[in-house]
């Protein structure tokens, strides 16, 4: 073995309620804003698929944490839906969601597996979006009630709770960039809702710290795009730190280090942009930073100068102070449109270390969408060599970092089984294991038996 990871590395993957459960009408689950987008719009969606099926590990849990064991996960990283556990949003606890969890964990147990929970990935409930979701403070208070409920409920087994994954996407997603209900353009309640998710983060942490959870840890899932200047002149430099304070620390400082860079409020503040806030809010902040960051990696963000000025009469922007580029010769994952960088994952290490404390961290999420997969098959199996050399890649650069001091304790893929995903629903696939969306069948891949003798080498 010649990259050896330390002793107890988590070897696994990253899944959520809304892209595997399927179920979404059954067992008393209500409806999150996905349910109802797909319902008032399904010509968004890829092909028409939407949330309702999925790949149905609702029904289909026992069958897939057995594949799990089979591939050596030591960990797996799941997320409750708010809207099964708490139909409305807020209110009753649903007991068909109690039982189901607490299978799902039993089992996972069972099989020496440790389950990761994390609270909200993208699914708000409907009732609350109707509110105005994470536009209302309100909102803010019944993620405190739910998160409160499930530490309750599921605390005395799991001990790696998140409050969040990736935060800023339905912030991008829903309030700059369509691709997420409620599906506006508007910067000034984009700043309000990534507001409001900090806070509702730190308050969790906060109730968290009340229930003294055997070797408790909360953390959050962010998704970390290391920004990369096109050149070393002044104006790119400018630019590329502004997309980092836009897409990167606007999380990553207040999560960790309890308080907003003051570069970015200053920005927001000549632009008029910046968030309601409530006295306290500061303390708040300051006093709850997680113990654990779960850093999603799939694509550095290659950042220029603006050429020309933004019309200031035109709607503010994050893209009125730089510009994308291209990087000649980079490597692409065509299928996603995604650049491949591998370094990107040791730089993120590195400047955890070196800016962030050096919190314990791990890979949350890396992985390679790829389209129409059935092509490589041969002798019954997907030759996702592909997914392989990807997956090795990025772990030589973790390991790197690691060997540098970074305390990176884990490496999960996205995903464990193809998924359905969030407007593109099955056209790319990521899973260990492929599965047939008609039938429901499940088939190893051949990066499957490559990540059992990586996780049971514990290296390559
Ligand atoms: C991350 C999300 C996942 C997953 C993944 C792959 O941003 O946390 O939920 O979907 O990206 O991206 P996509 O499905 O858009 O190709």
Known sequence: VQYKFPEGFWWGSATSATQIEGAANEGGKG???????????????????????????????KEDIKLMKEIGHNTFRMS????????????EVNQDAVTFYNNVIDELLANDIEPFVNLFHFDMPMELQHEGGWENRKVVDAFVEYAKAAFELFGDRVSKWFTFNEPIVPVEGGYLYNFHYPNVVDAKRAVQVAYHTVIASAKAVEAFREFNIANGKIGIILNLTPSYPRSNNPADMKASRIADLFFNRSFLDPAVLGEYPLELIELLREHGQLPETQPGDKELIKLNTVDILGVNYYQPRRVKAKETLPNPYSPFMPE????????????????????I????????????????????????ENGMGV?????FIQDDEIQDDYRIEFIR????????????????????????????????????????????????????????????????????
Not at 35 to 49: A, K, L, Q, V
Not at 82 to 87: K, N, S
Not at 347 to 363: A, H, P, Q, V
């Open 31 to 61: 409806k999150n804003i996905w349910d109802y987008w797909y319902e008032i719009e399904s010509n968004r969606f890829f092909e028409n698929i939407g949330p309702e099926v999925t790949s149905d590990f609702y029904h289909r849990y």
């Open 80 to 91: 409750i839906s708010w809207a099964r556990l708490i139909p409305g949003g807020r209110g």
């Open 320 to 339: 009125w102070f730089f510009d994308h580029y291209e990087m000649p010769g980079r490597k692409m994952n065509v299928y996603r449109g995604w650049e």
């Open 341 to 364: 960088y591998e370094k990107g994952i040791y730089d993120i290490m590195i400047n955890l270390k070196e800016n962030y404390g050096n919190i314990e961290s791990f890979i949350s």
């Open 371 to 375: 389209q129409d997969e059935q092509r």
């Open 393 to 460: 890649e990025h772990l030589k650069w973790l390991h790197r970092a690691i060997e540098e001091g970074c305390n990176a304790n884990g490496y999960h893929l996205w995903t464990f089984m193809d998924n359905w995903s969030w407007s593109n629903a099955y056209k790319n696939r990521y899973g260990f294991i492929s599965v047939n969306i008609e039938t429901q069948e499940r088939t190893l891949k051949k990066s499957a038996h490559w990540f059992e003798e990586v996780s049971k080498n514990n290296g390559f």
